[in-house]
Structure formats: C-alpha cells, structure tokens
C-alpha cells in the first residue's frame, strides 16, 4: 500500500509543492484545531444559551414562548444535517462547512440583535441551520484528511470538546450573562467562528469536486418535514400537549407519512439525499442503532443528574456543569484511550461490547440512588456511566465511516449524526415523561392534596421553589425526585441492551492504515476501499 500519510495531510501536492512530513503534520494539527473550534461552536451554543434563558425572558418577555428558542435551534439542526452531508459529498467538503460556519454566525449575530422573543426564535432558527453543517462537516472532513487506522485517535479528541463543552457551558453562559449581559452569549460566537474561518481557508485543501446530478430537493423536503414533525412530538408530548392529543396525533401522522414517502422516493431518485444502500452495510446500520441508543441515554443522563443533585443531594444550580464531571471526565479519558488503542491495533470491536456493558451497568447503579446516596458514590456510578460512553461515541462515527465508499462519506457522516441527535430527543422526551409521571404519583402518595399542587404545573422545581416549601413537602418531593430518577435511569438501562445485541453483531475489518504496506491488506467485503485525499488534478 502507498505510504497512506498522503492521504492524512492537506494536499501540499495538489498546489505543486513538496509533500514534506513535517509541514504536512502542522497542517493537519491547524485544520484540526479549526475543526476543534467549530465543533465546540455548535456544542456550547446550546449549553450557553440555557443557563442566559431566565435573563432573556425577564428582558424580551414572551415566557409561554420560551420553549420555541430551543425547539427552533434543534428542529433546523436536525433537519439540515443529512443535506448538509450531501452537498458536502455532492459540491466538496470545505466550502459546504464554510458556508455552514457562515450561517451559523450570521444567525448568532442576529440572535443576539434580537428585540423580541419572536424575532429571536426565527433567528435561533437560522443559527441551528448553520449547526446542521458543523456537526457533519467536522466529522466528514476527518473521514477525508485522516486514513481510518489513524482516524481513531482524532475522534477521540472530538468526544473531549463535547465533554469539555457540556462542563463549560453552562459556567461560561453564567458569567457571561452576568457580566456582559445575555446577548453576548450569542455575540461570543463571532471571534471564534472567524478564526475557525480563517484556519480553514488558509490551510485545508481538498480536491475540487462538481456533481452534474441536481439537489434531491423532494427527498430533501420529505425528510425535513418527517424529522421536524418527530422532533417536536417528542418535544411538546407530556409537556405542551398531552400524549394523546389531537395535536400530537397530527404531527404522529404527518412524520410517519413524510418519511415513509422519503424512503420511496429516495428508491426513485437520481441523486438520493441519503442513498439507501448505505444500510446494506451490516456495520454502518449497527452503528446507526448505537448511536442512537447513546444519544437517547446520554441527555437523559445529563438533564437527570444534575436535577437529583440539586433537589435531592442539596448540590448548587450554579455548579450545576461541574457536577457532570465524573461522567464527562471518564467519557473524555476513555474516549482518548478507545482512540488510540485503535489506532495502534487496527481493531475496534472490544469498544462497542465494553460500552454497550459499562453503559447499562453505569445506568442500572444510577437507578439505585436514593435519598440517603452521597455524592461520592453518585460520582462512582457517574463515572461508570461515562466510561462506557466513551467506548461508544466516537467508535460508532469510525466505524460507520469505513463502511461506505469515499464518496458516500458525508451521507455517512450526517446519517450518523442525525441518528444520535434523533435518539436524544427520544430519551430526553420518554425518560422526561416517565420521570415526570412518577415525581407526580409520589408526591401525591407522601403529601397527599398539597402534593398534587406543589407540582401541578412542573415535577422539576428550581431551587427557589424548593426552598419555599414546607419540611414536609419538600420531604416528599426529594423522595418523589428520588424515585423519578430509579424510574428513568432504569427504563435506560433497559434501552441500552439494544445497543449491547446490535454491538454483538458488529463484523471486525480491521481499519486500513499507515502501517500497512500490501495493496488490499485488511479490506473485507464490509470495508469499503479508502481513495487518497488529493489526487492530482
């Protein structure tokens, strides 16, 4: 095989120029550092803009609007990610992921010139637009510069900016708000995003690529309008309308026909936005499922926790980022360590069995807190918790990746991606309305009428709230807050032996590499064969 640290450096060959190691290394770490900063973008934007939402409303108004600043931004990340994946595989990967960029802080700069609520949900809308395409852009663009066998170790990185993001997050968005007022946790994106630009631009060199076939603009609507419809049934069910409201009952109907006209169609289409064949690889479709029980369990976890510390456990809201950090902080280390185990062994299948197990263990422990568990023993069960995220979720991107051909990568990177964001909303929608359920039913059960009131319009109390309450009250609702949590967590663990069966099923081709040096080793039927980064054109 070709000396495959070609295909791992931006193409100093492509310009006419030496393909010196050393300055094709640098390179590479510039435009990682880039890629480094776009996804900490679209990871922290989320997690900043939540802990600034009370001072937005108490400035712009509109509470029974509120929702919509969230739901806006997830709706259009969600349902522009797989087509950002295909203009990126259709029109070439850098300027799809600069013109994401661009969107994104075109949205954050007008979000924060934001005068009313509605105009700042249309513009939160416009920043998710731009999210969409960093997400995948990010992931694609390694799938391109780094060869699979290296590929691990980079992932790897991109799990800690997740993790580093969540902690960061909402201590960052509280300073910033309390400093410099809230519109600068949308104003705080635009440096950022220029030097992301600027890396990108000058150092990230990729073959030019023009696709005579035109945009699937009707499998493009279809699943827009199928994931949307999705999105916000698992958002407003349990909360803005009930279950089996004529509402939701719509919007059920209108998702399930939109998608199932979206796999028809993409059977019939020239360029399909998501080519179905893509599924016929056994991993790519495995992967899909894990990815999607990892994100259902992984924000169920991150919005449960730091709830039960702060009602149950008497941990402050204003830490409420750091009490994460036994789970995040073994999610991150072990994710450095799956990535470069990979990356010197060529073999992944260990992460996915291991994960799959520390992930239902971690949920199982967590289901059986109570009232008198302490926050070190939490911390234990956290940490279990995040070590078997870390084995899933960079390995689950790695391995979906070499799965398909390099032209599907994109395709193969935004169906990832999406199918990890579609399980979140699942998780945080069914763990929130069984958590829910059961905060109600024993608040009722230990404080009888007064119960039922105390949380008749919200199982989720802030601490102001709570500290109003009588003892008994709020007795009760830290044993209801207890058994919300044995519920949830519980109903996760179930869940996650999916992903445990599906990870058992998982075909090892060991990942081609540096180190390889035969024409073919390592390829198997499943493994789709890697092409160089920069031809000579």
Wanted: glycine letters at 12%; proline letters at 4%; one cysteine or more.
């Amino acid at each position: 095989m070709a000396d495959e640290t070609k295909a791992a450096a931006p193409a100093a060959e492509e310009a006419g120029q030496p393909a010196e190691g050393g300055k094709q290394q640098r390179s590479v770490r510039v435009v990682l550092m880039a890629l480094m900063i776009a996804m900490l973008l679209a990871m922290l934007d989320n997690m900043i803009v939540g802990t600034a939402m009370p001072t937005i409303v108490g400035e712009l108004g509109g509470l029974e609007h509120l929702t919509w600043v969230v739901a806006a931004y997830t709706l259009a990340t969600a349902a522009s990610t797989p087509i950002w994946g295909k203009l990126g595989d259709m029109y070439g990967r850098k300027g799809t992921f600069m013109t994401s960029i661009v969107i994104f802080l075109i949205g954050s700069a007008l979000s924060g010139m934001a005068q009313d609520m509605g105009q700042l949900i249309g513009f939160r809308a416009v920043q998710g637009l731009g999210a969409g395409g960093l997400m995948v852009g990010v992931m694609a663009i390694i799938g391109d510069l780094i060869p699979p066998r290296e590929r691990g170790k980079y992932q790897g990185m991109m799990a800690g900016v997740m993790a580093f993001a969540m902690i960061l997050g909402p201590l960052v968005g509280g300073s910033i708000t309390d400093h410099w007022g809230w519109r600068w946790s949308f104003y705080i994106n635009l440096p950022l995003g220029v030097v992301a630009l600027i890396a990108v631009s000058a150092v990230l060199h990729l073959p030019k690529k023009r696709v005579q076939a035109k945009i699937d603009y009707l499998g493009a609507a279809l699943l827009a309008l199928g994931i949307s419809s999705i999105v916000l049934v698992t958002t407003w069910g349990g909360t803005q309308y009930a279950w089996g409201s004529a509402r939701i009952m719509e919007l059920t109907g209108i998702g399930v026909a939109a998608l199932v006209g979206f796999v028809f169609w993409q059977t019939k289409a020239a360029a399909p936005v998501m080519p179905l064949h893509i599924f016929r690889s056994r991993n790519f479709t495995l992967m899909s499922t894990i990815g999607f029980i990892t994100g259902f369990v992984m924000f169920g976890a991150v919005l449960f926790l730091p709830l039960y510390q702060q009602s149950v456990q008497g941990a402050s809201a204003t830490n409420s980022g750091l009490l994460l950090l036994p789970m995040l902080g073994a999610m991150l280390a072990v994710s450095m360590v799956a990535g470069r185990v990979t990356t010197n062994s060529g073999r992944y299948k260990i992460f996915p069995l291991v994960g799959s197990v520390l992930m239902i263990s971690g949920l199982f422990l967590l289901s059986q807190m109570d009232t008198g568990t302490t926050r070190f023993t939490s911390g234990l069960y956290m940490a279990v918790l995040g070590a078997g995220m870390g084995c899933l979720m960079q390995i689950t991107m790695l391995v979906a990746q070499n799965s398909v051909e390099m032209k599907d990568m994109g395709v193969a990177s935004s169906s990832t991606t999406l199918f990890r964001t579609l399980g979140s909303s699942f998780g945080v929608a069914i763990m929130g309305a069984l958590f829910n359920h059961r905060v109600q039913d024993v608040m009722a059960e230990r404080a009888g009428a007064l119960g039922s009131k105390t949380t008749e319009k919200s199982a989720q109390l802030d601490a102001a709230s709570l500290a109003k309450l009588p003892a008994a009250a709020r007795d009760a609702y830290q044993h209801a807050v207890s058994a919300g949590t044995h519920s949830a967590f519980l109903l996760g663990s179930v869940v996650a032996v999916v992903a445990l069966v599906a990870a058992v099923f998982v075909k090892e081709v060991p990942l081609k590499g540096a180190g390889s040096s035969k024409p073919g080793e390592g390829e198997a039927p499943d493994e789709a064969p890697q092409v160089p980064l920069a031809e000579p054109v």
